[in-house]
Every structure is written in structure tokens, then in C-alpha cells.
């Protein structure tokens, strides 16, 4: 797309009245475009739209009327989740108009650099901590995009001096063209999404349009353990500065002294090295110190740290940020101790990869809630986790119940639990977590990581995490 000015005296339409779809209405309409407005709910569902009106911004709910994109249409701003074969957006297409979303527009507006992270896991975290760091170091961040603010109402305010740092999704990045971030991290990729992306081919290559735009004075930040993430060096114009849990980089980067070799050595403590291009270390810290438990957030923390260290940030500046941080909500969430019992919220794992690293990262024996949207998957990839006997009991709900349970069967695991659905799907969740709690004794963990979206029960993985803490707090 051009620069939001352009659109001046054409037609906009913008798909879904989400957030951000508020938002970047309001920016284009503000900036002479005609602006329509379009969501499938029906109005009573959508109480955004009077907001909208009331600036002469034009909204139709209820779903998608014929004409609403036409030869006449210059640009359609989709909400990330609406996927490429809805009829509007397959109109489009067909005709030939540009389909972006709010991450294209925001990046025109934008007048501070930006660091762009994405991956399968870890996303919020480390860009949280990214943050986190580079107030440390005395600059001045933003985090916006899937977490804080959306990412055009960030980018008005943004100035020359800041630092944006975006949390970044598969779904967004399909629909950039322009895209460029001064800073971009991949994280790792795991097959998930696939029922938006249809193939792994397209999940991978949307990522990798993070790199798209990139050139020489921009910075690359891959996870070198991760072979897709390698893949991509070939492709990348920027310079790379490469994290490893694994390799020592003796081409400079991010890693562990010493190396990890496999999980019998998790106890071992390491330091966090840096390693400047001319060969010069630097110790970051212990990863005894790290503030958050778990092999994976070693491998945030590093991938956190090399951004911040690419935007500017003093590596002496970043151990403070890297012991004090403890964490987001919904990410391995400490809830509370009951009886003796130890209660986590890890709604935010929608992947089985996410629970797998969840479950690695505790030590106690875990009572692990699981389930959740069913998406195809038969969830053997949970199997290994599952039999390394951490895992004293699974309670499943949602519509993958019978196959999590299934998997649990197969890992040996005796005490396995499937919920049926209540009518409330909060009470189901309750139920579920009373069932824990009679599997649960003193010293254990009761874990909710449930491998799966929410969307067969909730609105959001949010939805969930606050409802499993409510709960656990009322028993």
C-alpha cells in the first residue's frame, strides 16, 4: 500500500470492529479516506459502531452486503483473525484491490523505529521483556500491537526518540507489503495455525516477512537452534545476530557457557554471554538469576536481550531487568498455594510445544489441565512430555478432551479425567479445576496449560486465565 494520505478521497473498507479496526478507521477517515466499516456480528454485538458514527464514519454489522467491495474499493484493512477465504476479502483479491492489515498502516505512520518480534512461543514474553530492558538501559520504549496498545494508536503518538516494540503474529504479518522493522526477532516456529494458513508452507513464509524489507543496517535476530528459523539466513538482506541455547556463535551473539546438552543438565547453572562481532564477551548474567523458571525463558531472555542490545541498550544495563522480571499474565502465572498445592495459569499455551515447555519448566508433580478448540491435531507430539513421569494426573475438557486423555493413557499416566461440557463452559472449567484439587497432594502443582485455543469455550485465552485464577481463588 502507499502512505495512509494517499487514500484521501477514496474508499477504505475496513473488516472487523475489533480494537484496532476502531482505530485505524478513525486514522484513515481522519485523513480524508471514505471509510466503511464492516463486521459480520450482528449490531447488538458490535458496540463500537456508535463510536464510529458519531465521527460520519459509515458501519455496517450483520454481515457482508453485496457491493461492499467493488472496482471502485482502493484498499481493504482486515482484522488479522478474518481469514483470506472470507467473501469479502476473496472479493477483493479478485478484483485486484491491496488487502493489508493494521500493521501496514501503522508502519506508514510510524516515525520511531520498530522492533518487530514474532514466533510460535514466546511472543508476549519477550517482547514484555524487551521493554522491560530497554527502560533499563535509559531509552524509551512502546510496546504495542498484540499486547498494550493497538499498533496505529501507538504509532500517532510515537516520536524519533522512542522505540516501538511490537508484538507480531503470523496473521498480521500476512498482510504486510512494506513492512520494516529496524530490529526483527524470530523466536521459533512450531506447526500451529494451520487452520488458517492451510500449510506450513504459508505459516512459515508469513513469518518470514518480518525480514521482508529489511536491509544492511537492520538487524536479524533468529533463534539459531531452530531449523526452520536457519533456513531463512539465505533470505535475510539485514545483519544477523543469531541467540543459541545450544552453540557457543563464535561469530558473535547470544548464548549459554556452557552449552546446554540435554534436560539431565537443566540444574547446572550458565552464564549469559554476549558475544560482540570482533570476538570481545561480555557476561550478561547467571541463569540461575533469571527471574522467570524454565529452560524456554532462558531462550526468551536471550532473545530479549539481543534486541535490546541491537537497539542500543548497554549489555551492562540488562542483568537488572533480567533477574527482576517476572513475567506476563497467563504465561506460567503463579496463582497461589492452597493446601499445599501450587496453581499456575498458563492459558496462553495454545500449542502443544507451549505445554511441553511449561511442563519442563516446573519440578514438582504436575496435575495438568488440558483442552480446548480442536483443531485437527491428534496431540501425540504431547506424548514425550507426558511419559517423563513430572505428570502425575491429567484432567481434559474442551472438544479435545478425548484425545488429550487418549495421549495420557498411552504415557502410562493412571489417573486421567475427561469433563464433559456443562452448559456454562465456566463451570466446566470450575469442575475441572475441582478435580485437580482432589488429584492434587501436598508439594504438587496443578498446572493449566491447555495445549489448545480457547475458542470451542471462550472468547480468548485471557477469558480463561482469568477465569481459572477466579476460581482457584474461591476454593
Not at 499498533?151 to 503474529?169: C, G, H, N
Not at 570476538?279 to 532473545?303: C, D, K, Q, W, Y
Amino acid at each position: 500500500m502507499n502512505h495512509p494520505e494517499h487514500y484521501r478521497g477514496q474508499d477504505v473498507v475496513v473488516l472487523g470492529l475489533a480494537r484496532s479496526g476502531v482505530e485505524v478507521a478513525k486514522v484513515m477517515f481522519k485523513l480524508g479516506a471514505n471509510v466503511i466499516v464492516n463486521d459480520k456480528k450482528d449490531r447488538s454485538e458490535c458496540p463500537e459502531a456508535s463510536e464510529l458514527e458519531a465521527l460520519g464514519i459509515s458501519v455496517v454489522c450483520g454481515g457482508h452486503p453485496d457491493g461492499l467491495i467493488h472496482k471502485g474499493t482502493s484498499l481493504v484493512i482486515k482484522n488479522p483473525g478474518i481469514p483470506y477465504t472470507a467473501p469479502p476479502v476473496q472479493t477483493a483479491l479478485d478484483l485486484g484491490i491491496e488487502v493489508v492489515t493494521e500493521v501496514e498502516v501503522a508502519y506508514w505512520l510510524c516515525k520511531a523505529p520498530m522492533i518487530g518480534i514474532t514466533g510460535s512461543n514466546g511472543k508476549t514474553t519477550t517482547t514484555t521483556w524487551t521493554g522491560k530492558m530497554l527502560e533499563a538501559a535509559g531509552l524509551s520504549p512502546i510496546v504495542a500491537g498484540n499486547i498494550g496498545i493497538p499498533l496505529t494508536e501507538a504509532s500517532l503518538k510515537a516520536t524519533p526518540d522512542d522505540y516501538m516494540v511490537v508484538e507480531l503474529s503470523s496473521f498480521q504479518l500476512k498482510g504486510t507489503q512494506a513492512f520494516r522493522p529496524r530490529v526483527a526477532c524470530l523466536l521459533n516456529v512450531v506447526e500451529t495455525h494451520l487452520d488458517y494458513h492451510k500449510t506450513m508452507e504459508d505459516y512459515v513464509a508469513s513469518k518470514a516477512k518480518l525480514f521482508a524489507n529489511q536491509q544492511d543496517a537492520d538487524t536479524a535476530i533468529l533463534n539459531w537452534d531452530d531449523p526452520v528459523c536457519r533456513e531463512l539466513v539465505p533470505y535475510i538482506q539485514a545483519q544477523l545476530l543469531p541467540f543459541s541455547m545450544t552453540e557457543r556463535l563464535p561469530q558473535g551473539g547470544i548464548y549459554v557457557e556452557p552449552p546446554y546438552a540435554d534436560k539431565e543438565d537443566d540444574s547446572l547453572d550458565r552464564q549469559v554471554i554476549y558475544r560482540k562481532p570482533n570476538g570481545e564477551t561480555v557476561m550478561l548474567v547467571h541463569t540461575s538469576e533469571i527471574g522467570l523458571p524454565g529452560r524456554f525463558n532462558v531462550e526468551n531472555a536471550l532473545a530479549a536481550a539481543a534486541c535490546a542490545i541491537a537497539a542500543g541498550a548497554e549489555p551492562a544495563k540488562l542483568a537488572e531487568p533480567l533477574r527482576s522480571f517476572r513475567g506476563v499474565e497467563h504465561r506460567l502465572e503463579f496463582v497461589e498455594e492452597k493446601n499445599g498445592v501450587v496453581y499456575y495459569n498458563n492459558s496462553k499455551a495454545t500449542n502443544s510445544k507451549a505445554t511441553a515447555m511449561a511442563i519442563g519448566a516446573l519440578s514438582a508433580p504436575i496435575v495438568l489441565i488440558a483442552g480446548g478448540l480442536d483443531r485437527g491435531s491428534d496431540y501425540m507430539d504431547l506424548l514425550p512430555s507426558l511419559q517423563d513421569k513430572k505428570v502425575k494426573a491429567v484432567v481434559a475438557l474442551g472438544q479435545t478432551k478425548d484425545k488429550i486423555a487418549q495421549v495420557a493413557k498411552l504415557a502410562g499416566i493412571s489417573s486421567v479425567i475427561a469433563v464433559d461440557n456443562e452448559e456454562d463452559a465456566a463451570d466446566t472449567l470450575r469442575r475441572a479445576i475441582r478435580e485437580a484439587e482432589g488429584l492434587a497432594n501436598k508439594g504438587d502443582v496443578v498446572l493449566l496449560s491447555p495445549a489448545c485455543a480457547s475458542w470451542d469455550m471462550f472468547a480468548s485465552y485471557e477469558e480463561r486465565g482469568r477465569i481459572f485464577k477466579e476460581a482457584v481463588h474461591n476454593l
